[in-house]
């Protein structure tokens, strides 16, 4: 473990991630946005959590506050027992390398490599050796096993948002970070997408924090936390894709 990282480590508890009042405000002045508002929320470990919102409620900001994208203009975030706010921009990159994986509605795969290649950037940017057997591991478990060395050109949305997602878990991360992760998929391949995130919940034991807009698949999860103007306004657990939309309707947005 990075020397930084390990001497900010705390207490460790049952949550992967706590934020305790966190604000986060752009600009000065008049001209001031409070994205987030004296938020405070734990993700416990093992959990599946989705984040919903109108437009411009802080779904966003709270996910790249919560992954050590962005720092709140106050308050602390903990990833596990790291907390967050001591660490240099260099301990951030570590931590995130280390313990943080991504998956967003843009797949961010580079087209001029294979599929494996994708895969393994990661590590090959952190320096550090590529298992094949691993590679093979992590394709497999999102079923493009025989899709390795297939370009991005060559496969289908949901087969890149595949290898995004075995992408995110080749460095065994803690917690997975999704920001609509199923908003460029037609609904059959939305489901399978939503199917593998949940496996490595139920399955693998990590924590996936999902923002999205789409009840459907906020349904998936265990609970919905929903924000409004950067402030929580309360959430649901186990709720169902109508139920959820209606909680979504009645804070003023309507789901497409």
């Not at 959990?47 to 919102?53: L, N």
């Not at 596990?80 to 240099?88: A, D, K, R």
């Not at 698949?217 to 186990?238: M, T, Y």
């Amino acid at each position: 473990m990075d020397r930084e990282v390990g001497e900010h480590m705390g207490r460790t508890d049952g949550d992967a991630i706590t934020l305790r009042r966190v604000s986060r405000r752009y600009g000065s002045g008049d001209g001031t946005v409070r994205a987030l508002d004296d938020v405070s929320l734990a993700f416990p470990r093992g959990s599946f959590t989705a984040v919903m919102g109108p437009s411009g409620s802080g779904k966003s900001t709270l996910l790249q506050c919560a992954a050590g994208l962005d720092r709140p203009t106050s308050g602390s975030v903990a990833v596990g027992g790291t907390e967050l706010t001591g660490l240099s921009e260099t301990g951030l990159t570590l931590l995130r390398r280390e313990r943080i994986g991504f998956v967003f509605q843009a797949f961010n795969l580079l087209p001029s490599l294979t599929a494996e290649q994708n895969v393994t950037l990661p590590l090959r940017l952190a320096g550090r050796r590529v298992p094949r057997a691993r590679v093979r591991e992590v394709l497999e478990r999102v079923g493009l096993g025989e899709r390795a060395r297939h370009r991005p050109t060559e496969l289908s949305g949901g087969q890149q948002q595949r290898v995004a997602l075995a992408r995110a878990l080749i460095t065994r991360p803690e917690v997975l970070f999704g920001d609509e992760p199923t908003g460029a998929l037609d609904s059959r391949t939305g489901r399978e997408v939503l199917a593998l995130l949940r496996g490595m919940v139920d399955h693998d034991g990590r924590t996936v924090v999902m923002v999205t807009h789409d009840p459907v698949a906020a349904s998936c999860a265990d609970r919905v936390v929903f924000l409004v103007d950067g402030r929580v306004e309360g959430e649901l657990a186990g709720a169902g894709a109508d139920a959820i939309a209606a909680r979504m309707a009645g804070l003023g947005d309507v789901p497409c």
